[in-house]
């Protein structure tokens, strides 16, 4: 990937102005940069050499990742992420390494999207972060998959499969209609869920993460977003997500 477009990153010339546009930038970045920390962990992991030069994280707006050299030029077009994350990969615990690597990647996504919004006015940069907001943070979803690894790691057990999905009785969460083609290079246990996606925030699947899934609109959500957690689950017998609850239409018979 040539120097100009990682700058740019949009891959369509031109730079977003809209709330809406900057705000799908954003996500997009933002499902980058999660799907290099979560499901290409080991090959992000890999790519951050400590014997290499300084490197970055980067996320486009196209949805891919790449581990890079920072641009040349100087001041860049566009804000640059950490640099030198590689540095530190061996001289810290992996689980604290990622998480440091996240919230790095947080800052660079929020300042990414204000260099956009530059233009826009007071009540529109509002507007714009409460959208970000509403959406857990990239060393949210890292670390909670980080604990809740550790603790499965001391248990000797995932509980039956409990903590990685839902209170139902199946194995395997069910595929989205909208959802994507796995990527080549996914891990064997990770390519039967990786076309899943949260319902709240739109992350990918990760085995890492406890999960949740509605039995009345049978979407599936992180426990995070929806406000769930692992011990509460248990004590439900049916569990319903926000939207089926605000929603007034009758359940299917």
């Known amino acids: 990937m040539d120097a100009s477009y990682r700058r740019a990153g949009t891959g369509s010339g031109s730079a977003p102005r809209s709330v809406e546009d900057i705000y ?15 499901h290409d962990v080991e090959e992000f992991y890999a790519l951050c050499d400590p014997e ?9 707006a196209n949805e891919a990742w790449e581990v890079a050299l920072p641009a040349e030029e100087v ?6 992420p950490a640099l030198g994350i590689n540095f530190a990969r061996d001289g810290m615990n992996r689980g604290d390494w990622l998480a440091l690597v996240a919230v790095h990647s947080d800052s660079w996504l929020v300042s990414v999207a204000f260099y956009y919004a530059a233009r826009l006015n007071r009540s529109d940069r509002k507007r714009l972060f409460g959208m970000m907001n509403d959406l857990p943070t990239v060393f949210e979803v890292v670390s909670s998959g980080v604990k809740q690894s550790k603790e499965r790691d001391r ?7 409990r903590n990685k999905l839902s209170v139902k009785q199946t194995s395997e969460p069910r595929l989205e209609n909208n959802a994507r083609e796995p990527d080549e290079g996914y891990d064997e246990d990770d390519s039967n ?25 049978e979407k599936w959500y992180h426990g995070k977003c929806v406000k769930i957690t692992p011990a509460k689950a248990e004590s439900i017998k049916q569990y ?12 299917p018979i």
């Open 75 to 80: 001041p860049t077009e566009l804000p640059e």
């Open 24 to 38: 799908k930038d954003y996500r997009s970045r933002r499902s980058a940069i999660l799907r290099a920390l979560t």
């Open 155 to 161: 248990s000797g057990t995932d509980n039956g499969g």
């Open 240 to 251: 319903k997500c926000p939207s089926c609850c605000n929603s007034k239409r009758p359940r």
């Open 193 to 217: 869920h990786s076309e899943t996606l949260c319902g709240t925030c739109g992350g990918i699947y990760s085995a890492d993460e406890f999960w949740i899934g509605c039995d009345v609109c």
């Open 52 to 60: 290499k030069e300084n490197l970055c994280l980067y996320g486009y």
